[in-house]
């Protein structure tokens, strides 16, 4: 995306996460200033990065194809798999100027190209934008729950106000 960009990534251990995601901002910021000649400390990003736990299988592919087709959904590309910057580019063929970082945690799906073109419902987009925004687990309703609790992460499934005082 020309303002943002995603990753969805699958830690191996605790801590693994942040340190990833602080060395590849610096990095991108260093280049960038760098690339740019310009000099200081000042923000590139407007804010940190946002990340919110997925319950594997069918949550898992549900968050992958909402950050491939997000090119699609800007009305950037006719096809997901068209966006430059998209891993979904190494689906049909092999390119070695973009190489993959990983392989999958699940097998994708043999007909991936033909779903991600399609279009996710609203409801779909919603909580998936909702996760993001309040750092909420992504899954069945019992294993948000539990996820939550066992994560310290109550205040993501509660309503953002106060509660309305009792009479």
Same mark, same amino acid.
């Given at each position: 995306?020309?303002?943002?960009?995603?990753?969805?990534?699958?830690?191996?251990?605790?801590?693994?996460?942040?340190?990833?995601?602080?060395?590849?901002?610096?990095?991108?910021?260093?280049?960038?200033?760098?690339?740019?000649?310009?000099?200081?400390?000042?923000?590139?990003?407007?804010?940190?990065?946002?990340?919110?736990? =997925?319950?594997?299988?069918?949550?898992?592919?549900?968050? =992958?194809?909402?950050?491939?087709?997000?090119?699609?959904?800007?009305?950037?590309?006719?096809?997901?798999?068209?966006?430059?910057?998209?891993?979904?580019?190494?689906?049909?063929?092999?390119?070695?100027?973009?190489?993959? $970082?990983?392989?999958?945690? $699940?097998?994708?799906?043999?007909?991936?190209?033909?779903?991600?073109?399609?279009? +996710?419902?609203?409801?779909? =987009?919603?909580?998936?934008?909702?996760?993001?925004?309040?750092?909420?687990?992504?899954?069945?309703?019992?294993?948000?729950?539990?996820?939550?609790?066992?994560?310290?992460?109550?205040?993501?499934?509660?309503?953002?106000?106060?509660?309305?005082? +009792?009479?």
């Amino acid at each position: 995306m020309p303002n943002h960009w995603h990753f969805v990534v699958w830690p191996e251990r605790d801590g693994d996460l942040p340190a990833f995601m602080q060395q590849v901002t610096n990095t991108h910021v260093k280049r960038w200033k760098e690339h740019r000649q310009e000099i200081g400390y000042g923000h590139l990003h407007q804010g940190r990065y946002k990340c919110f736990p =997925v319950e594997t299988e069918d949550y898992f592919y549900q968050v =992958v194809g909402y950050v491939e087709r997000n090119a699609l959904r800007a009305n950037l590309v006719e096809r997901a798999e068209s966006w430059r910057r998209s891993s979904l580019r190494r689906v049909e063929r092999e390119d070695p100027a973009f190489p993959i $970082l990983s392989t999958w945690p $699940l097998p994708r799906p043999t007909d991936w190209l033909q779903h991600v073109n399609q279009p +996710q419902t609203e409801a779909e =987009v919603a909580a998936l934008r909702c996760c993001v925004n309040r750092g909420r687990p992504f899954g069945d309703p019992n294993w948000v729950t539990d996820t939550a609790k066992r994560l310290g992460l109550e205040s993501t499934i509660r309503p953002r106000r106060r509660p309305k005082k +009792q009479s």
